[in-house]
């Protein structure tokens, strides 16, 4: 596609119940990143994925996160058994490719996914 | 963990005026980029530069990197109105080629007509 797309753009939730945000990068980018912003603050890294498999996940806070990215486009971020801490933009980018070589780590970014639970 | 620390955090000036945000960062980099946000939007890349680079310049921004203080700086000259955002400083960390960016906390700067 044209851009980066996420979908819901806001998603309101009760406490405890499942998530499922999902993101379609830019045709072609093999690398894709996701993000989470809360209000005030910078992005937070969560987890990165080249091609279908995830090169880094340091930045999931716990196992009630899980991403995915089974044919190497679309990923859906899962959150479990959400808690009001969960509550933030969810930020997903793609690069051409997964490397800081030559510049190719310059990201695009979707508008974000707003998640709230209540 | 946010690897960049901006400064200032927030920061008003006139149409016409200079903005000069700073960004410092933590560890050996191969690239430092930044990048804005516009109030409930997504981030916009705005330039990149590479660690073996000084300085950069892009229109009316001109980027500089000091890899001995570990820390650049972003100056927005003759700001408009338009340039009303949030401003990120992001790294790539060495020593892998990870294009992994980590981001810091931005300043928010508002250009007043």
């Known amino acids: 596609g044209a851009g980066v797309s996420q979908t819901p753009s806001n998603k309101v939730t009760e406490k405890g119940k499942y998530v499922e945000l999902r993101c379609d990068p830019i045709?072609?980018?093999?690398?894709l990143y996701w993000y989470r912003q809360s209000l005030g603050q910078g992005p937070e890294f969560l987890i990165y994925?080249?091609?279908?498999?995830?090169?880094?996940d340091s930045g999931l806070p716990n196992d009630r996160f899980f991403a995915v990215r089974p044919e190497g486009s679309v990923s859906t971020l899962k959150i479990q058994r959400t808690e009001r801490g969960d509550s933030a933009v969810y930020l997903c980018?793609?690069?051409?490719?997964?490397?800081?070589?030559?510049?190719?780590?310059?990201?695009?970014f979707g508008a974000g996914s707003r998640l709230t639970v209540l | 963990s946010q690897q960049g620390e901006e400064d200032p955090q927030a920061l008003s000036i006139q149409e016409g005026e200079n903005a000069t945000m700073n960004c410092s960062y933590k560890t050996s980099i191969n690239n430092l980029q930044w990048y804005r946000q516009n109030s409930g939007r997504g981030l916009v890349h705005l330039i990149l530069i590479r660690s073996n680079e000084r300085e950069k310049h892009s229109g009316r921004l001109r980027v500089t990197l000091d890899t001995s203080k570990k820390s650049s700086s972003l100056l927005i000259t003759a700001s408009r109105a338009a340039d009303t955002a949030s401003y990120f400083c992001?790294?790539?960390?060495?020593?892998?080629?990870?294009?992994?960016?980590?981001f810091g906390q931005g300043t928010t700067l508002q250009v007043k007509p």
């Open positions: 992001a790294t790539a960390a060495l020593p892998s080629n990870t294009g992994k960016l980590i």
């Open positions: 994925f080249q091609g279908t498999g995830a090169a880094d």
């Open positions: 980018a793609s690069s051409v490719t997964g490397t800081a070589l030559s510049g190719a780590n310059v990201l695009t």
């Open positions: 045709s072609g980018h093999t690398a």
